[in-house]
T-cell receptor, first 115, second 112 residues
Framework: KNQVEQSPQSLIILEGKNCTLQ??????????LRWYKQDTGRGPVSLTI?????NTKSNGRYTATLDADTKQSSLHITASQLSDSASYIC??????????????FGTGTRLTIIP | DAGVIQSPRHEVTEMGQEVTLRCKPI?????LFWYRQTMMRGLELLIY????????DSGMPEDRFSAKMPNASFSTLKIQPSEPRDSAVYFC???FGTGGYTFGSGTRLTVV
């Protein structure tokens, strides 16, 4: 069964500090992995998308890594800001035999930045 | 572009009533997705369309749920009859191809 597990479930850090969120998956056949940021009361917004051949991708202060061998990904946030407070969702995509994409969502990490 | 537009933003209804959620995808996008999000289960894909045709509805919970996409600029998700366990935030998302999805702001449904 395809699964995506994220850790920690929640995290509280001081403004300005760095943090790393983890995502482990058992999704096959792997197509791509995405990280989304979801602010309270809003829809998820895409941060990064990585395919099998990519092992790191940055978007401003956000850097995602992918290890397709160990089926792990991380999202590193540098110099956190209050606006980084949100849920971060890892989503892994597989393709079925007809080429249709099927997404498996993690339950997210709730990040709180305190001043 | 105004993004993916969902309506209503909030819906409170009594158990047994019919509920219709609406979505206008981004113009030019050929995929449209309906998701449900709850605290317990996170985001779950209910159904998605490609070029207005339903491709995968395996996530639709039961026959009480139905979705239509009569044209490229409009989709509905209907629950009939609604039950308290349907209470959740329902998101619509669209994409061009299977690249990055753009989500709407969601409809918060409360069934009492």
């Amino acid at each position: 069964k395809n699964q995506v597990e994220q850790s920690p479930q929640s995290l509280i850090i001081l403004e300005g500090k760095n943090c790393t969120l983890q995502c482990n998956y058992t999704v096959s056949p792997f197509s791509n992995l995405r990280w989304y940021k979801q602010d309270t009361g809003r829809g998820p917004v895409s941060l990064t998308i990585m395919t099998f051949s990519e092992n790191t991708k940055s978007n401003g202060r956000y850097t995602a890594t992918l290890d397709a061998d160990t089926k792990q990904s991380s999202l590193h946030i540098t110099a956190s800001q209050l606006s980084d407070s949100a849920s971060y969702i890892c989503v892994v995509s597989a393709r079925d035999r007809r080429g249709n994409e099927k997404l498996t969502f993690g339950t997210g990490t709730r990040l709180t930045i305190i001043p | 572009d105004a993004g993916v537009i969902q309506s209503p933003r909030h819906e409170v209804t009594e158990m047994g009533q019919e509920v219709t959620l609406r979505c206008k995808p981004i113009s030019g996008h050929d995929y449209l997705f309906w998701y449900r999000q709850t605290m317990m289960r996170g985001l779950e894909l209910l159904i998605y369309f490609n070029n207005n045709v339903p491709i995968d509805d395996s996530g639709m919970p039961e026959d009480r749920f139905s979705a239509k996409m009569p044209n490229a600029s409009f989709s509905t998700l209907k629950i009939q009859p609604s039950e308290p366990r349907d209470s959740a935030v329902y998101f619509c998302a669209s994409s061009f191809g299977t690249g990055g999805y753009t989500f709407g702001s969601g409809t918060r449904l409360t069934v009492v």
